[in-house]
C-alpha cells in the first residue's frame, strides 16, 4: 500500500543500530518498540527512520535501525533525556523482568553524502532493501564518490533500483575516510539480481568503471571484503517501507 512519503528534514546526523537479542526475546524487544520506545523517541527529537531485520534466517535474532538528528550534540542531549524518562524507565523494568531483551549493542554514525536523495519516508510495501558497504582503497574515497555521483546512481536507476540514502562514516568514526555505505530499494530479492546483472554489463558502467580506475592505478575498492551487502526487511512498525 502506497502512503504519503515524508521527508526527512536535513539531518546533519543519522545512527545505525544494531541490536542482537538474547534467544526468545527478539519478540519482546519488537513489542517494546512498537509500544514504548519509538514513540519515547520521537518524545525527545529523534526521527525514527526505519526499521528492519534481515531478510531469510536471523540466526542472530538482529534488529537494525536507523535514527535521524540535527547533530551529534542533539543527538546526546535526546539520548540522555530518553533514558532518564519516568516512562522509560518504567516501560524498561516491565519488559525485562525475565531478563535482558538485548545482549549486543553496535552503534555507527553517518553523515549524508552530498549526492545523496533525501530520504523520503513512506510505506510504500512489497520491496526489499538491501544495505551496501564499501571500503575504498587508500585515498580513493572521493573517487568513488565521484563514480557514484557522475554514474553509478542514474545506472541504477536505469536497471530499475532505487536509490534511498549514501552516506559516509562520520568524522572520528574508524574508516571515516573510506566508508561509504548506502541503501537501494528492490522489487524483490530476484529483482536485485537481475538489476544487478544489467547494470554490470551495461556498456556506460564498464567504461565507467575502466575510466575510473585508470586514473587511481587500480580498484577503488579494497579486494577483500571490499563490497559488502545485506537484504533487509522492514518491520511492521517501520516507518520506513
Known sequence: MLTMARSVADPGLYEMRVYDAPEGKLDALHARFREHTMKLFAKHGMTNVAYFVPAGDNPERRL?????????AARDASWQAFLADPDWKSAHAASERDGPLVKKIVTRFLVPTDYSPTPQVAAV???????RTYTATAGNLAALDGRFRDHTMSLFTKHGMTNLVYWHAAAGSPDADRMLIYLLAHPSREAARTSFDAFRQDPEWV?????????????????????????????DYSPWK
Not at 125 to 131: A, H, I, N, P, S
Request: hydrophobic share 35%.
Open 64 to 72: 537494525v535501525y536507523f535514527l535521524a538528528y540535527p547533530d551529534r
Open 207 to 235: 567504461s565507467a568503471r575502466k575510466a575510473s580506475e585508470e586514473r587511481a592505478g587500480g580498484s577503488l575498492t579494497e579486494a577483500k571484503d571490499g563490497v559488502r551487502s545485506e537484504f533487509l526487511v522492514p518491520t
Open 125 to 131: 510495501g512489497d520491496r526489499v532493501f538491501e544495505l
